[in-house]
Every structure is written in C-alpha cells, then in structure tokens.
T-cell receptor, first 110, second 113 residues
Framework: KQEVTQIPAALSVPEGENLVLNCSFTDSAIYNLQWFRQDPGKGLTSLLLIQSSQREQTSGRLNASLDKSSGRSTLYIAASQPGDSATYLCAVSAGNQFYFGTGTSLTVIP | DTAVSQTPKYLVTQMGNDKSIKCEQNLGHDTMYWYKQDSKKFLKIMFSYNNKELIINETVPNRFSPKSPDKAHLNLHINSLELGDSAVYFC????????????FGPGTRLTVT
C-alpha cells in the first residue's frame, strides 16, 4: 500500500529565503506526482504536476523534482514571500488511486 | 469562472439525517472525485468516477454514495449521518484518471451534531 510522507510538518522562514519541502513515497510505481498548496479554509490549488517519466517541472519561483527510483520529490521555493505561507501537499497517482501526504505548513515571516 | 464548484460551503446537521453535497465542473473533464479531509488535515480519496467506472475506496462506508446525473456533476449522498462524518469534503476533477492534473473545489465543511 502506498504511503506518502512529508517532512518537515511545519517550517518557518524569514522572507527572502530559499527553501525545500520534501515528499517521499513507498511504492515507485506511480503515474505522476502533483504538488498543491492549501490556504486556511480553502480548497487545494495545483502548483506543479510531474509525470513519472519526468525529472522536474518549473513554474515561476517554484521547481519540483522527482526521483522515482528513490521515492522522493522536492519542492524548491526561491526567494520566499509572506504570500507563500500555506500548507503544501504532495500527492501521487497510481492507477485510479491518489495518495496525499500529510502536508508541510509553511510560514514566511516578513 | 469557477472551474470546480461545490454547494453548500457549510452544512450543519444532526445525527441520523440524510444529506447531499453537490459538485459541478465546467472543465469538460471525464473523471471526478470525492475526498474527505479529517480534523488532522489528512486527505483521503473516497471515490473516483467517470462515465463508465466507479472506483470506491474500500474503507468508505456504504452510507456514502456518489450520484452522477451527467458528466459535469458528481453529487455525494450521505445516509444516516454520524458524528465521525464531520469533516471537509472536497470534489475534484481531471481530464481522465491517472495521468492528469486534478482540480479541486473549495470544499464543504460538514458538521454533524
């Protein structure tokens, strides 16, 4: 059974810092991995989708990498801003199933 | 324009009642999903559904049933509500299942008293 873990559970950084969020999964037989952000009381916003055949995806200040063989993905956020404060979730797709990680709560301090 | 919408946003009801949550997507996607997010913010898939196939997570009680009047709608019916059903329920859609990006609705916060 697929298990998805995110470390750390919470992270607090000063504005302007670069940071890395981690996501690990136990079964490498995945179709893709998707990173989301969730603001308090809101739904999930898709940030990046990496197909299993890809190594990384970039969108603006965000860069996500995928190492399927080791069961790991990272989300790199450059030059963090207070508006980046949210919970970040990763999810892996395998067949018709989607498995979410436990999330990393990020606070960027002005 | 909202891509995936849910109604109601909040739902407060008593134990034993039957309730429904509606979901609509205007993205032309073939596959829709229901997720439950518990008090610890953990998201778990309940159902995935396209025109031909319903995949049910085996841990979902049969009091929960998805109903799809057409491709753009997937409603969630819950019978005999229990206290443990209190959670935020999210609807999502994707072009097809598996390989495609998922888009989420804003969620419905269900409180059972």
């Amino acid at each position: 059974k697929q298990e998805v873990t995110q470390i750390p559970a919470a992270l607090s950084v000063p504005e302007g810092e670069n940071l890395v969020l981690n996501c690990s999964f136990t079964d490498s037989a995945i179709y893709n991995l998707q990173w989301f952000r969730q603001d308090p009381g809101k739904g999930l916003t898709s940030l990046l989708l990496i197909q299993s055949s890809q190594r990384e995806q970039t969108s603006g200040r965000l860069n996500a990498s995928l190492d399927k063989s080791s069961g790991r993905s990272t989300l790199y956020i450059a030059a963090s801003q207070p508006g980046d404060s949210a919970t970040y979730l990763c999810a892996v797709s395998a067949g018709n199933q989607f498995y979410f990680g436990t999330g990393t709560s990020l606070t960027v301090i002005p | 324009d909202t891509a995936v919408s849910q109604t109601p946003k909040y739902l407060v009801t008593q134990m034993g009642n039957d309730k429904s949550i509606k979901c609509e997507q205007n993205l032309g996607h073939d596959t829709m999903y229901w997720y439950k997010q518990d008090s610890k913010k953990f998201l778990k898939i309940m159902f995935s559904y396209n025109n031909k196939e319903l995949i049910i997570n085996e841990t979902v009680p049969n009091r929960f049933s998805p109903k799809s009047p057409d491709k753009a709608h997937l409603n969630l019916h819950i019978n005999s509500l229990e206290l443990g059903d209190s959670a935020v329920y999210f609807c999502a859609s994707s072009r097809r299942s598996g390989y495609y990006e998922q888009y989420f609705g804003p969620g419905t916060r269900l409180t059972v008293t």
